[in-house]
């Protein structure tokens, strides 16, 4: 068989045309997820809102200052939102939307840059628009498509040969995207080195480092001016109470079970074939070092407990772009790898993977419509009943509640002193947090009211004993309610026992309902 030979990288008006589809089948997946927000988006929306009123770095105001976020430019660019007069959680949609469909449009632009034909630039596109975790997270109200569009879009202006400025920018846009950003924008800099020949690169070095170097010791610097602390809460909270050897195995099951989502075994034999082409070769390279490096991450961090593969949807659209189009190179152009890897029954077996990988991401995505993780709108009727609840037992003005799952009450009701149980929102509770540092916090704070469930019950200490040693009366449990150690820990709402103010009729009848439904 002839070599193939790939056309020279080009722009063409093609290209825009076939890159529309993709965008309109991720468009309609994603609209289905249209008034879902995970819980924790509700903690980066007060804090956005704080900003944006000039609260500074709080979760409420009168709160602490603390970094109890973990995406430091979504909560800036909502804040900017916020300060302009739009509404946070609708300009959060918009803002994913618009980013959503930019990742599709420089995917295609970047395979097209490498000298990928239009049908493998635009198989990348639509391969990561069907992704579940892809499609999920970038409707939850997080970071997932900015820190997509920043990844993409430095691949893109490193291989398209755009401005070193515009490179650099995207990587110090990646350094303040995630905790674990400066790490990644470190491998971006690094596979800048593999992605393209050096005579393409010296020239824009200089400026590519400088930028994302100015943005972690810019933002160094403010976390030790403002926060008093060099990491955020989340790593603290996260990552330094789990023993080592658990965390690994964690992050070893949560890479396992975001490979099966996504079909990483067909697209790690796409990856392999691009590697050994002459003109993906630098592509494959390059985007593993990325990729890579962020599973290391998570591995460290012991994964994360949201479904889906939250902590790696940002880097679908890489391993799309360089899986899909090596993919398309066995099956197609097998002379372009070098051997025919795929012929005959192995042909057929890898159209077989082709169409299961298609169904096991229709497949994700219906679960997470259906039970999606931890929508807002499920913690929210728990929120507005503390914070009802709690002003009137203690004839009060002001809220003054306790739940480790605080997105919603900070988020809806910014008057309330939110007492956070899983320690993000202050960074002494965050390193001291543990057994036997929640009981004493809880009966120094005095909330109103309080809500502890299933793990949060075992890792705070907050069972019935200490809480009656704290102060506080056991209300109801909530049976039924789905979730780990939810069964031997139900939800436990608990009153401050001097407070004592007889409910109204309507408010009784209220809190009958919420504890005999599950949530």
């Known amino acids: 068989m002839a070599q193939y030979r790939a056309p020279e990288p080009m ?20 609209a289905a997820l249209l008034g879902w927000h995970v ?21 409420f105001a009168g709160g602490p200052v603390a970094e109890g976020f973990s995406d430091p430019a979504w909560t800036l660019l909502l804040a900017a939102a916020a300060w302009l007069g739009a509404p946070i959680a609708a300009a959060s949609k918009v803002l994913q939307a618009v980013l959503g469909a930019a990742v599709l449009v420089d ?14 630039a635009t198989a990348a596109a639509l391969a990561t628009a069907v992704a579940a975790p892809w499609v999920v997270w970038t409707a939850g109200g997080l970071e997932t498509a900015w820190l997509g569009w920043c990844l993409v879009g430095f691949v893109a202006a490193v291989v398209g040969s755009r401005s070193g400025w515009i490179a650099g920018a995207f990587a110090a846009a990646v350094v303040l995207a995630r905790p674990e950003g400066p790490w990644l924008a470190l491998a971006c800099l690094v596979a800048a080195e593999v992605l393209v020949p050096a005579s393409r690169w010296r020239g824009r070095r200089v400026v590519a480092w400088g930028l994302p170097a100015a943005a972690f010791f810019g933002w160094l610097a403010l976390r030790l001016a403002v926060f008093g602390d060099t990491l955020p809460t989340s790593f603290w909270v996260k990552a330094v109470p ?13 890479l396992a079970t975001f490979a099966a989502e996504i079909g990483l075994p067909l697209l790690a034999l796409g990856w392999g074939a691009a590697w050994a082409t002459r003109r993906l070769g630098r592509l494959a390279r390059g985007l593993a070092i990325i990729v890579g490096a962020d599973a290391l991450a998570v591995l460290f961090m ?36 070098g051997r025919r890897l795929l012929s005959g029954y192995a042909r057929h077996l890898a159209w077989l993977f082709v169409v299961a990988y298609a169904s096991i991401s229709l497949l994700f995505w219906q679960d997470a419509l259906r039970r999606p993780p931890l929508p807002m709108a499920i913690t929210a009727d728990s929120a507005d009943l503390l914070a009802t609840l709690g002003p009137a037992w203690c004839g009060a003005p002001r809220p003054r509640i306790a739940t480790p799952d605080v997105g919603a009450a900070l988020y809806r009701h910014p008057r309330a ?28 704070a005095r909330p109103q009211a309080v809500l502890v469930h299933g793990v949060w019950v075992r890792r705070t200490g907050l069972d019935e004993v200490a809480m009656s040693a704290a102060g506080y009366e056991l209300v109801c449990r909530r049976h039924g309610t789905p979730g780990v150690e939810e069964g031997r820990y139900p939800p436990a709402l608990y009153r401050r026992a001097d407070c004592r103010v007889p409910l109204s009729r309507g408010l009784e009848a209220r809190l009958r309902d919420w504890c005999r439904r599950p949530r």
């Open 242 to 254: 789990i023993d080592p050897s658990v965390r690994l195995l964690r992050g070893g099951i949560y």
């Open 107 to 120: 995917v295609h632009r970047a395979v097209r840059s490498v000298g990928g034909e239009r049908a493998e």
């Open 417 to 444: 002193e939110v007492l956070d149980l899983a320690g993000l929102t202050d960074h002494t509770d965050a390193r001291q947090a543990s057994p036997g540092w929640w009981p004493a916090r809880v009966a120094r």
């Open 302 to 337: 012991g994964g994360d407990w949201m479904r889906h593969g939250r902590l790696l949807a940002h880097v679908v659209p890489l391993i799309a772009m360089a899986g899909v189009p090596g993919l398309l190179a066995l099956l197609f152009r097998p002379g372009d790898v």
């Open 11 to 30: 722009a063409d008006e093609g290209s825009t045309i076939l890159v529309v589809g993709p965008v309109i089948v991720w468009l309609g997946l994603w």
């Open 39 to 59: 819980d924790d988006a509700g903690i980066t929306y007060a804090y956005a809102r704080s900003l944006a009123h000039g609260h500074g770095f709080r979760a």
